[in-house]
């Protein structure tokens, strides 16, 4: 199984994701066919690709958007796939709709064509099992927007042939993307490392320690983050990211660590959505007063250090279990989620016993099983090691 600049790239689901991933493909060369059961996403896409390649044009990124849109090709009927090298399917996250959809597009490729699902949460090795060819099948996953966001994340099954990995890596080194390679279980690599980020955030707003606009604070002006969890939250959508932390919950066996919170429940419940429905944790609505940060630096700072050592322990135990290698994480959380620093490059400047004893005073303090340090974060302390 090769694919080379000839092969074209089939790509199931036309959304948000699903578009911006034929986009990529499109302007590295590739013939793409783009498929979705409503032909309303199909049209949106086309002309959401069309202005976004103009766009490009103008701004001198591509030569031709012409070119480019002339290599797309919106398809209402999966037939139109069976000349694909690699399909990419981008449907709604629902495990039983995803294996059916696999299943109808395993009669019409060839033997040779690989299959890639783009799901954030879902485990890539049930989606093989319902295929006849489980080893043909992979996780590729974008963040998104796609056409912006460098990470690629590339999963394989247990059953996936191990020789389409170095494919896959060199495919998406072509489309100009920095692959890393993370092990199949749930949430692989940022959808898990980056969890505390939201989790333990709410956690100390809800125990009253400080609000979310102080949090929001502490993270940007003393952690260099781009975002607050709360500003964050509200950007990707409660819809979105409270079902990735209940699915990766729920995958983890009910793992306290990843257990999520009544506080971002009750905002979907409420149908408050975030940015997308005008409210959130924040309200975007004209001329709404959002709570100003108390501007604490030293309670900033212990906010920060809580929040980025709940981080720092997730990683490290990611390390230990090996769901990727040091570098690849540094990588995941640096290019997926622009995180500014390595969490393990973070851990070496702190000092591995510096974090350790941050975590062993919360644990101390909470007597929940949420706050155990890795083991691996133990050793380190001890040896006084370095992870990078
Ligand atoms: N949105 C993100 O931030 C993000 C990031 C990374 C990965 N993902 C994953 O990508 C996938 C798609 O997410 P999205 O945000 O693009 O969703 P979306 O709702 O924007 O788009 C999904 C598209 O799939 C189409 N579709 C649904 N069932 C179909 C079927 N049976 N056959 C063909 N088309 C079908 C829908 O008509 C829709 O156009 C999900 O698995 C999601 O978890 C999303």
Same mark, same amino acid.
């Given at each position: 199984? !090769? *694919?080379?600049q000839?092969?074209i790239?089939?790509?199931?689901?036309s959304?948000a994701?699903?578009?911006?991933?034929?986009?990529?493909a499109?302007?590295a060369?590739?013939?793409v066919?783009l498929?979705d059961?409503?032909?309303q996403a199909?049209?949106?896409?086309?002309?959401?690709?069309?202005s976004?390649?103009q766009k490009?044009q103008e701004?001198?990124k591509?030569?031709s958007?012409e070119?480019?849109l002339g290599?797309?090709?919106? !398809?209402?009927?999966?037939v139109e796939?069976?000349?694909?090298g690699?399909?990419?399917?981008?449907i709604?996250e629902k495990l039983e709709?995803k294996?059916?959809?696999f299943?109808?597009?395993?009669i019409?490729?060839?033997?040779?064509?690989?299959l890639?699902s783009n799901?954030s949460s879902?485990? *890539?090795?049930?989606i093989a099992?319902?295929?006849?060819v489980p080893?043909?099948?992979?996780g590729?996953h974008f963040f998104n927007?796609?056409?912006?966001m460098?990470?690629?994340?590339?999963?394989?099954?247990?059953?996936t042939?191990p020789?389409l990995?170095?494919?896959a890596k060199?495919?998406?080194?072509? +489309?100009g993307?920095?692959?890393?390679?993370?092990k199949?279980?749930p949430?692989f690599?940022?959808?898990?490392?980056?969890?505390p980020?939201y989790?333990e955030?709410?956690r100390i707003m809800?125990e009253g320690?400080?609000?979310k606009?102080? *949090? &929001? +604070?502490?993270?940007?002006?003393i952690?260099?983050?781009?975002?607050?969890p709360?500003?964050?939250? &509200?950007?990707?959508g409660?819809?979105?990211?409270?079902v990735?932390?209940?699915?990766?919950?729920?995958?983890?066996?009910?793992?306290?660590?990843y257990?999520?919170s009544f506080?971002?429940?009750?905002?979907?419940?409420a149908?408050w959505?975030?940015r997308?429905?005008?409210?959130g944790f924040?309200d975007?609505s004209?001329?709404?007063?959002?709570p100003a940060p108390a501007?604490?630096?030293?309670?900033?700072?212990?906010i920060c250090?809580?929040i980025?050592?709940?981080?720092i322990?997730e990683?490290?135990?990611?390390?230990?279990?090996?769901?990727?290698? !040091?570098? &690849?994480l540094e990588?995941a959380?640096?290019?997926g989620?622009n995180?500014p620093?390595g969490?393990?490059?973070w851990c070496?400047? +702190?000092g591995a016993?510096?974090?350790?004893e941050?975590? &062993?005073?919360?644990y101390?303090?909470?007597?929940e099983d949420r706050?155990?340090a890795?083991?691996?974060?133990?050793?380190y302390?001890?040896?006084?090691?370095?992870?990078?």
């Amino acid at each position: 199984m !090769a *694919i080379n600049q000839d092969s074209i790239i089939g790509v199931i689901g036309s959304g948000a994701m699903g578009a911006g991933i034929a986009h990529v493909a499109a302007v590295a060369g590739h013939q793409v066919v783009l498929y979705d059961t409503n032909d309303q996403a199909l049209d949106r896409a086309k002309k959401n690709l069309t202005s976004t390649l103009q766009k490009l044009q103008e701004k001198g990124k591509i030569t031709s958007a012409e070119d480019v849109l002339g290599r797309v090709s919106f !398809a209402d009927n999966i037939v139109e796939f069976s000349h694909c090298g690699l399909i990419i399917e981008a449907i709604i996250e629902k495990l039983e709709v995803k294996k059916s959809v696999f299943n109808e597009v395993e009669i019409v490729v060839s033997p040779d064509c690989i299959l890639a699902s783009n799901t954030s949460s879902l485990s *890539i090795t049930s989606i093989a099992a319902a295929c006849r060819v489980p080893e043909r099948v992979m996780g590729l996953h974008f963040f998104n927007p796609a056409p912006l966001m460098a990470l690629v994340e590339v999963i394989p099954a247990i059953q996936t042939n191990p020789d389409l990995i170095p494919v896959a890596k060199e495919l998406m080194l072509q +489309w100009g993307k920095t692959p890393v390679i993370a092990k199949d279980t749930p949430g692989f690599i940022v959808n898990r490392v980056a969890r505390p980020f939201y989790g333990e955030a709410i956690r100390i707003m809800e125990e009253g320690i400080a609000d979310k606009a102080t *949090i &929001d +604070w502490a993270m940007t002006e003393i952690g260099g983050f781009k975002m607050g969890p709360f500003a964050l939250m &509200d950007y990707i959508g409660h819809d979105v990211n409270y079902v990735v932390t209940k699915t990766v919950f729920e995958s983890f066996f009910y793992d306290p660590r990843y257990k999520p919170s009544f506080s971002q429940n009750r905002l979907l419940e409420a149908g408050w959505l975030g940015r997308k429905s005008g409210r959130g944790f924040y309200d975007y609505s004209e001329g709404a007063e959002n709570p100003a940060p108390a501007e604490d630096t030293a309670l900033s700072k212990e906010i920060c250090e809580r929040i980025l050592v709940m981080l720092i322990n997730e990683a490290v135990d990611a390390l230990h279990l090996n769901v990727a290698t !040091a570098a &690849d994480l540094e990588t995941a959380m640096t290019k997926g989620v622009n995180y500014p620093k390595g969490l393990l490059s973070w851990c070496d400047e +702190w000092g591995a016993a510096k974090c350790l004893e941050k975590l &062993d005073s919360l644990y101390n303090n909470y007597h929940e099983d949420r706050y155990r340090a890795s083991c691996l974060l133990r050793k380190y302390a001890v040896e006084n090691k370095k992870f990078v």
